[in-house]
């Protein structure tokens, strides 16, 4: 196994411990200590940035690709712009603000690096009593402490401003390079506003942003100011910055005639979890009397794109067969190195355990695992991905039911912001159906670039690099476009039972039957 990428020491420095002396008290670091606790972090990022650096020199697609522009210009540019910020960082939380804003600067969620569950020097999350959401195109207060010190705004109240900037400006100029730089993206502004009133060690700022004063427009209209008072984040207070659970995968009849599948997980990673898969599918082999199929895809941020495959093969067969005629001219090319080889051959041994031998998804990878090992051994830089085995008794068993009773109802398809990766293979699909009606929000985005391996840098951080390039795609959302809804639900979208009333009531009634030859 090839141990270039996890060789050396970085991150697992850990910070100068204080000895707790004299009635529990701890001793102060000496000038000369904080010193070299700065010039540890420095050594720490610079060193991890350089690694990063090489995984993607050795790994990523683009780098063999000369037309890949904006990519090199940022692997150049970015590099240099990311190692000088090391330079600079003089903490644990600094040095990981600069790793985030080398990945950040890619713009491709293939491409990150996240910490784990914990970090060297543990450090608590505070915040400023309320947390803040974007909701239907407007930023809005999400939560708020059951009790603080002093007043904070109201539940739904828009947030307008804070300490006299835009939230958009305060946003993108504070917050994106070291989260995520795809400002465009509703998703993006979701995940960027959590950071408005909270300072994550898991997500840290080269700076903290610590906003003293916000400005808000309550239900009625009024315009309101609050002063923010900063504490730890208590755990009776935590349900108040906790982001919506992916609701439960699973088919269920809401109402006579009306099936909703709630596919919202492409990633099973146990026997337990493919097995509700499986039992999810045969109900969906069973719906071609259906008079109306919900496909709910809220809170799926991707996987494994053959399974979204098989939900639409098993309703729709020869909708989606010729659906696929239109993207003919697509090819995947995989790029041919030691970290493609290691990351197939971890993902056989979990599939084996989770999926078993036989299944189509298990065989796809030993195939795919062969061509990489071939390509290497014969030094070639890519590996065409083959087509998928149609005649595979998973996709024979789908496509029988399909064709024996097919579903000719209406279909609508529920989308949210969060969809991204093997959710966008999805819903790209699903958006051939002639007569498909598409409801919720505009999803994420993607690039050329996809399938991804995941190295730790050390037991606290972990990063991902994508393996595999996508060329003559033909779709907007590997171009950087999101997939935009006919209509926009104005609500919570993580509030299952008020989507489900929106769609029951308001979408299905005016929608009409998929229009199939």
Not at 163 to 170: A, F, K, M
Not at 243 to 270: C, H, L, T
Not at 393 to 398: I, R, V
Request: a neutral charge; glycine letters at 8%.
């Amino acid at each position: 196994m090839d141990r270039r990428w996890i060789a050396g020491l970085s991150w697992l420095f850990i910070a100068w411990s204080c000895q707790a002396q004299d009635g529990g008290k701890a001793d102060r670091p000496t000038p000369e200590q904080a010193r070299q606790e700065a010039a540890r972090w420095s050594r720490t990022a610079v060193a991890d940035i350089q690694r990063m650096h090489q995984m993607i020199r050795e790994a990523h697609p683009a780098v063999l690709d000369p037309g890949a522009s904006a990519f090199h210009q940022w692997f150049s540019e970015g590099y240099d712009q990311a190692m000088a910020l090391a330079g600079r960082a003089a903490t644990e939380q600094q040095a990981f603000a600069a790793l985030r804003f080398y990945t950040t600067g890619y713009r491709d969620g293939h491409l990150a690096i996240w910490r784990n569950h914990h970090a060297a020097t543990p450090v608590r999350t505070t915040w400023a009593g309320w947390a803040v959401q974007r909701q239907t195109g407007r930023y809005r207060v999400s939560g708020r402490a059951a009790q603080w010190p002093i007043d904070t705004p109201q539940v739904g109240e828009q947030v307008l401003s804070c300490d006299g900037s835009p939230i958009d400006d305060l946003l993108t100029d504070k917050v994106a390079p070291f989260v995520n730089r795809l400002v465009h993206l509703e998703g993006t502004k979701s995940d960027l506003a959590w950071h408005l009133t909270r300072e994550s060690p898991s997500a840290p700022l080269w700076e903290p942003l610590r906003v003293r004063q916000c400005t808000t427009r309550s239900a009625a209209g009024e315009i309101r100011s609050f002063n923010l008072e900063w504490q730890p984040l208590d755990d009776k207070d935590a349900r108040a910055l906790a982001r919506p659970r992916a609701p439960r995968q699973g088919i269920k009849e809401v109402r006579p005639g009306v099936q909703w599948v709630q596919a919202s997980n492409f990633m099973p990673s146990s026997e337990k979890a493919m097995a509700a898969f499986e039992k999810m599918l045969e109900g969906i082999r069973q719906a071609g009397d259906a008079q109306a199929v919900v496909l709910d895809v809220r809170g799926n941020g991707g996987g494994n794109s053959l399974l979204g495959y098989r939900i639409l093969m098993a309703l729709l067969t020869d909708a989606i067969t010729a659906g696929a005629t239109q993207h003919s001219q697509a090819r995947a090319y995989w790029r041919v190195s030691a970290m493609a080889l290691e990351a197939f051959e971890e993902r056989r041994t979990q599939l084996l355990r989770t999926e078993g031998a036989g299944s189509l998804v298990y065989q796809f990878t030993q195939q795919m695992a062969s061509l990489m090992g071939d390509a290497a051994s014969h030094g070639e830089d890519f590996v065409e991905q083959p087509q998928v085995d149609e005649t595979h008794k998973e996709l024979q068993q789908d496509t029988a039911a399909a064709r024996a009773n097919p579903f000719k109802g209406k279909l609508v398809l529920v989308t949210d912001a969060q969809c991204q990766s093997a959710c966008l293979d999805f819903v790209s699909a699903a958006l051939q159906i002639p007569g498909i009606v598409h409801v919720g929000s505009m999803t994420g985005t993607d690039t050329q670039y996809t399938d991804v391996a995941d190295k730790a840098l050390s037991p606290t951080v972990t990063f991902r690099v994508p393996l595999k390039v996508w060329k003559n795609h033909g779709r907007q959302d590997k171009e950087g476009k999101p997939y935009l809804p006919q209509f926009v639900f104005d609500g919570d979208l993580a509030d299952t039972a008020a989507v489900q009333a929106w769609v029951l009531d308001s979408i299905l009634p005016t929608a009409g039957n998929i229009q199939l030859d």
